[in-house]
């Protein structure tokens, strides 16, 4: 606990997960807080990503949940062991809310929906005298190291003893994770890397025809492969088709490896094992099978149960003749490559890479060039797929920040007395 008598402040600039775990930390250790966010309510892409259920985090080994963060692990492995999966449902319990651990490993709260813990937790950080300035756009600093807002009553300037920066990242811009931070930033020599979509769907250029039948429809129980060296991704799962392309969980654990294909040769090659449970020896038996008066469609349907978007997916894909070849038609149900054109656009993406390098940043994130100024959350430049492990690591930051900014607090002043 601070002593109250130095009476510090601090401005929290970002209203989602990071920022509002930052805001518990210092409120809890008797620092004036105040929250300023751009959108008329915090916590809009919190709410947005818990519509369907709230993923909070994931319940497999802690190595295997370092390990995707791929070549961030290093450095955010402080961070989330210091706020690992366990302690994070803990403080979920301490809100009110018991965690449960759905099939695939991902936890949830008992609630499911994101709007209860939201509305428990604003309640709490009230209750502890954070004080929540919404409307309230940030422009940067003025020439006296003021921060600078856009408001409703008109251009305010605003003086703090530490800040923290929790901003978002440029995806889902509606809910306000807009990026303009990066050039604010840059204006002061931070270095950040560019922001790019992750989690993010891919164009395909399908035909007319088939995308009018199948846009929205799932490909359900496949696996997915792609390579992009020294990288490799097979995993079984699930996608969507889309109007352009395809989407979902299988693609977006593979977003970064095919988006960095895309931006170096142009394009990426994903590769579909339909049946996964079943081998090549296998499909190339039933199919050799006589079909006597049958469609090919219903030869597909009764020998391995394909149909619906799986066989329209052969028919745009394959030559014609291939299907005269029960050899090569096998072999492209167990690997039917899918050229990818482009990731989809970045305001499109559930998340997104790039960002505030850590080399920018000490130990406890803060700026080092611009003293007392601490960053967190999605801003950073790291990126992870979905599945709990987005949540996790922008409340950790959170956490490290707001830890950072009482450590530094603490200080004494006269090592401190640089403007940020």
């Known amino acids: 606990m601070l002593d109250k008598s130095l009476s510090p402040t601090v401005a929290i600039i970002g209203g989602g997960p990071a920022g509002l775990m930052a805001a518990e930390v210092l409120s809890q250790a008797g620092v004036k807080v105040d929250l300023y966010d751009a959108m008329p309510s915090v916590g809009r892409k919190f709410l947005m990503a818990g519509k369907g259920g709230l993923n909070i985090s994931h319940a497999e080994a802690f190595d295997k949940f370092l390990s995707r963060y791929a070549e961030r692990r290093g450095v955010l492995k402080p961070i989330l062991t210091n706020f690992p999966p366990e302690a994070l449902c803990a403080w979920v319990k301490g809100l009110g809310f018991d965690t449960f651990v759905g099939s695939s490993g991902r936890v949830f709260p008992t609630e499911?929906?994101?709007?209860?813990?939201?509305?428990?937790?604003?309640?709490?950080?009230?209750?502890?005298?954070?004080?929540?300035?919404?409307?309230?756009?940030?422009?940067?600093?003025?020439?006296?190291?003021a921060l600078r807002?856009?408001?409703?009553?008109?251009?305010?300037?605003?003086?703090?003893?530490?800040?923290?920066?929790?901003?978002?990242?440029?995806?889902?811009?509606?809910l306000g994770s807009t990026g303009a931070w990066v050039d604010l930033l840059r204006q002061r020599g931070i270095e950040t890397a560019t922001l790019k979509p992750a989690n993010c769907g891919f164009d395909v250029g399908w035909s007319e025809h088939f995308s009018s039948r199948f846009a929205g429809q799932p490909l359900k129980g496949i696996s997915l492969s792609a390579e992009y060296k020294p990288r490799f991704v097979l995993q079984k799962g699930d996608l969507v088709i889309t109007a352009t392309g395809v989407e979902g969980g299988l693609i977006y654990n593979a977003s970064a490896l095919l988006r960095e294909s895309c931006a170096t040769t142009g394009s990426a090659v994903i590769h579909l094992d339909l049946l996964p449970d079943k081998e090549l020896a296998v499909v190339i038996d039933k199919l050799s099978q006589p079909r006597g008066k049958d469609s090919m469609a219903n030869h597909l349907r009764k020998r391995l149960a394909i149909t619906g978007v799986k066989a329209g997916l052969l028919r745009e894909l394959l030559p014609a003749e291939e299907f005269n070849n029960p050899e090569k038609l096998a072999k492209a149900i167990k690997a039917l490559p899918i050229k990818l054109l482009a990731p989809r656009p970045i305001d499109e993406a559930i998340s997104t890479a790039g960002g505030v390098t850590f080399e920018v940043m000490n130990e406890q994130l803060m700026l080092r060039d611009v003293v007392g100024v601490f960053c967190a959350g999605e801003m950073?430049?790291?990126?992870?797929?979905?599945?709990?492990?987005?949540?996790?690591?922008?409340?950790?930051?959170?956490?490290?920040?707001?830890?950072?900014?009482?450590?530094?607090?603490?200080?004494?002043?006269?090592?401190?007395?640089?403007?940020y």
């Open 112 to 145: 499911m929906k994101a709007a209860p813990l939201l509305r428990a937790w604003l309640h709490h950080l009230r209750s502890a005298g954070v004080r929540f300035h919404v409307r309230h756009q940030w422009l940067g600093w003025d020439d006296n190291g």
């Open 380 to 419: 950073l430049d790291w990126e992870a797929p979905t599945g709990g492990y987005l949540l996790t690591a922008c409340l950790a930051s959170g956490r490290t920040a707001g830890e950072g900014v009482l450590t530094w607090l603490q200080k004494d002043r006269n090592e401190n007395s640089k403007k």
């Open 149 to 174: 807002f856009a408001t409703p009553n008109g251009e305010q300037h605003i003086n703090a003893d530490a800040v923290v920066l929790a901003l978002g990242g440029g995806s889902w811009a509606r």
